[in-house]
């Protein structure tokens, strides 16, 4: 039921782009996204609701394609401050499973100067 | 806004030894809340959560326990910790559904 996350590194020049991918088994009630520093707590960056649903702060920003139970994070121009890992959450709806929050493996970006 | 607040920031427990780790949410009531743990390097292992009070859901069989005695209180529990416990612990809470999550900042357990 883990989200599965690709790829697993990526490794950019300042300035360049990145999408990271998540993909589920089973349908999804929302997609959160998180990106954590080394040695820190995961921090919000965004959280997708609907099928289709699209959004964006700053050059960092996310989809959501119900249908196939997906959802990418585009990173554009990355600064040397986007480093980190990211984290997708998925929410499942409903049943037994409900309020539950799982995380996929995480994908580690690394910007250099 | 909601705040997570988890302590201690870092332990070191023999083995064999109890632990309790303990999790307050403040600025929301009835959150949906969270025990992960991370090995170095790796991702994000839901332990335990719980939509309320004294509603547990365990998703990884091991020694560990989770309690939530109020509905803002969240403790991670075992009666005898093993080498393979060490980790970095994350709280989390949320109202669930259409919100995100908050983080408190985490416990480094080193088990020797």
């Known amino acids: 039921q883990q989200p599965v996350q690709s790829p697993q590194a990526v490794i950019l020049r300042e300035g360049e782009d990145a999408v990271i991918n998540c993909s589920s088994s089973?349908?999804?009630?929302?997609v959160h996204w998180y990106r954590q520093k080394h040695g820190e707590a995961p921090v919000f960056l965004m959280i997708?609701?609907?099928?289709?649903e699209q959004k964006g702060h700053d050059k960092i920003s996310a989809s959501f394609n119900e249908k196939k139970q997906q959802s990418s994070l585009y990173l554009t121009a990355s600064q040397l401050s986007y480093s980190g890992t990211y984290f997708c959450?998925?929410?499942?709806?409903?049943?037994?499973?409900?309020?539950?929050?799982?995380f996929g493996q995480g994908t580690i970006l690394t910007v250099h100067p | 806004s909601q705040t997570i607040h988890q302590w201690p920031a870092t332990l070191v427990q023999p083995v064999g030894s109890p632990l309790s780790l303990e999790c307050t949410v403040e600025?929301?009531?009835?959150?949906?809340l969270y025990w992960y743990r991370q090995a170095a390097g790796r991702g994000l292992q839901l332990l335990f959560y719980?939509?309320?009070?004294?509603?547990i859901s365990s998703e990884v069989p091991q020694n560990l326990s989770a309690s939530r005695p109020q509905d803002r209180q969240f403790i991670l529990s075992s009666k005898k910790l093993l080498l393979s416990d060490s980790g970095f612990y994350l709280c989390a809470g949320g109202r669930g559904g259409h919100t995100e999550a908050f983080f408190g900042q985490g416990t480094r357990l080193t088990v020797v």
């Open positions: 719980s939509v309320g009070i004294g509603q």
């Open positions: 959450g998925t929410e499942i709806p409903g049943g037994t499973s409900y309020g539950k929050l799982t």
């Open positions: 997708l609701l609907k099928g289709g």
């Open positions: 089973k349908a999804l009630y929302s």
């Open positions: 600025g929301t009531s009835n959150p949906n």
